[in-house]
């Protein structure tokens, strides 16, 4: 029978790659990589446990996370944008194996097919997420970003407005290039780096950076007036 799927094709041209990620209803995240522009070779499919009671949100947790890393790590050309799509090819079921872990066996064609299927209209990966629950009948988390433009009781300063209108248009926030430690900020995550190396920060890491970020910027409005010695240590006598 048809089964509906969400997902994502990204490429990196400096690497000469492409990297697709789709999740299906049955809470199945199927992976292929290849060159540009020629065919991905499938691996193996990441299969929720076999008791979780709510596999596909967790497992759709996990599609945030890979294009969060992807983007982070030079994966910058949206090939297919994030879409929920209805396929009519029929999902591998899961089975059990030995040694506990039920996952089906690679399943090609089933990621060509949303490849040749998605549209190319661009869609915000939560946007495609939220659509993909209605499709398969999963309540989904109301929308918690204020709309730009529709004058809230406190509006966002000027600045972070058009940080918000940017990234809801499917644009990335870095730092400058000229530095080797920076950060990049896109709808799907948040990624530190180190020159080339970096790490993509969990939702509660960014919540833990943003209210430490907005206590010295209240400590120092003008700019750092003095040198606060860290916990523990001990400052001059």
Request: aromatic share 4%.
């Amino acid at each position: 029978m048809p089964t509906t799927v969400v997902g994502f094709r990204l490429g990196c041209d400096a690497r000469s790659r492409q990297a697709t990620i789709v999740l299906t209803e049955s809470g199945v995240l199927h992976r292929s990589n290849g060159p540009l522009g020629s065919t991905s070779k499938s691996g193996r499919p990441d299969a929720p446990a076999s008791v979780d009671p709510h596999p596909v949100p967790r497992q759709a947790a996990k599609l945030r996370k890979l294009h969060a890393e992807l983007t982070g790590a030079g994966f910058s050309r949206v090939l297919v944008p994030p879409a929920c799509v209805r396929l009519e090819t029929d999902e591998h079921p899961l089975h059990a194996k030995p040694y506990g872990g039920n996952a089906p066996p690679p399943h090609p064609e089933l990621v060509e097919e949303f490849v040749g299927l998605a549209p190319t209209s661009s869609m915000p990966l939560d946007e495609a997420i939220r659509t993909f629950y209605t499709a398969v009948g999963i309540p989904s988390r109301p929308r918690n970003a204020v709309p730009v433009g529709s004058g809230p009781a406190r509006p966002f300063p000027p600045r972070v407005e058009r940080a918000l209108r940017a990234l809801a248009h499917g644009n990335a926030l870095t730092s400058s290039p000229r530095r080797g430690v920076g950060w990049r900020v896109t709808a799907g995550g948040v990624r530190l780096h180190v020159g080339p190396s970096g790490e993509a920060l969990t939702r509660q890491e960014v919540a833990d950076l943003q209210a430490a970020l907005s206590a010295w910027l209240r400590l120092n409005p003008q700019g750092p007036q003095a040198v606060v010695p860290e916990s523990g240590s001990q400052g001059p006598a």
